[in-house]
């Protein structure tokens, strides 16, 4: 029988899927190498190669890292309250400890209620559930204005710290996904620690965390590289401290020296210059991004 299912031909829908998939992998590769040609190409390669060349001659270009080093240089931002001009290395510390500080005050804060909703049997524990779900629902763009005013009420706007209180919250999609995580852990354990006269304290952090700690790293370093990706954020509460990815918008939209970065191979090296953290998580960190929430369990 296995002799056989191998011998069949594949049918016309296993053709099609595949030739589709085919050409979903290649539309996701050929703008990143045109991308990364592209930055190690210089302008007037870069010009004759796509308007002259490709048509006449065919392609031929050397390559360089001018590029790279043209947008290391030109990369500066001024803080507008403070009028400090940072660097692209500057920009990298802001996002690092901006990234750090938003995804791990908000996996802390999630972990612990959502831990509390799905291990008690409380009345509460329902509110917080339907409240979570609601938020989901309703747009709260708008409350971006009140946050403004209660971080300057209280005197730690444009903060790191006001920056941490402003993510100690539990609000999300992956909330819903560590209460089922919790739940799904069984209560064995729980029963098994409180014989041994363990606290509640020492259960959640000492025998529950434990189990789920993958997906809470998976978690962080997805919010991590959320986080690294948003620049929205980082303006409104935290302008003196300006961001990777502001930095590449104003770097692209206000050129400097002489009209160099308003050539496309410029800003295409400086938005790499912005990734380069982001592939290094992902490279370091694949595995477990790929295939890192499992739960643990009592088997046999």
């Known amino acids: 029988m296995r002799l056989q299912q191998r011998n069949q031909k594949p049918d016309a829908l296993s053709i099609v899927t595949a030739a589709l998939l085919v050409l979903y992998v290649v539309g996701l590769l050929a703008p990143l190498v045109w991308s990364l040609l592209t930055s190690f190409t210089d302008f007037n390669d870069y010009y004759n190669f796509y308007v002259d ?3 006449k001659n065919g392609p031929s270009f050397a390559l360089t890292a001018e590029n790279y080093q043209l947008a290391r240089q030109y990369m500066n931002i001024t ?9 692209i290395i500057g920009m990298y510390i802001h996002s690092l400890c901006y990234s750090l500080i938003c995804s791990a005050s908000w ?37 971006m204005a009140s946050e403004l005013r209660m971080l300057q009420n209280l005197g730690i706007y444009d903060s790191w710290i006001g ?3 402003l993510k100690f919250n539990f609000l999300g999609a992956y909330f819903l996904t560590f209460v089922a995580m919790f739940k799904a852990i069984p209560k064995e354990y729980t ?9 509640n304290l020492n259960i959640m952090v000492r ?20 986080y690294w990706n948003d620049y929205k954020t980082a303006i409104l509460y935290l302008p003196s401290y300006p961001v990777a990815t502001y930095g590449v918008f104003y770097f692209m939209n206000t050129p400097m020296g002489a009209g160099v970065t308003s050539q496309t191979p410029v800003q ?8 380069l953290p982001i592939l290094i998580v992902f490279a370091v960190f694949n595995k ?11 088997k046999g």
């Open 53 to 55: 060349r490709i048509f």
């Open 79 to 87: 803080a507008t309250t403070t009028s400090i001009t940072y660097n």
């Open 107 to 143: 996996v802390l804060v999630t972990s612990v209620v959502s831990y509390l909703v799905a291990r008690f049997d409380f009345r509460f524990s329902k509110v917080i559930f339907n409240f979570v779900v609601i938020t989901m629902c309703i747009p709260i763009v708008g409350a």
């Open 163 to 165: 920056m941490v209180i």
């Open 191 to 199: 029963e098994a620690a409180k014989i041994d006269g363990a606290s």
């Open 207 to 226: 025998i529950i965390f434990p189990q789920g700690v993958n997906m809470m790293v998976t978690v962080f370093l997805l919010n991590f590289i959320t």
């Open 268 to 275: 295409v090296a400086g938005a790499f210059l912005m990734t």
């Open 288 to 298: 477990r991004l790929r295939g890192g929430v499992y739960i643990g369990g009592i």
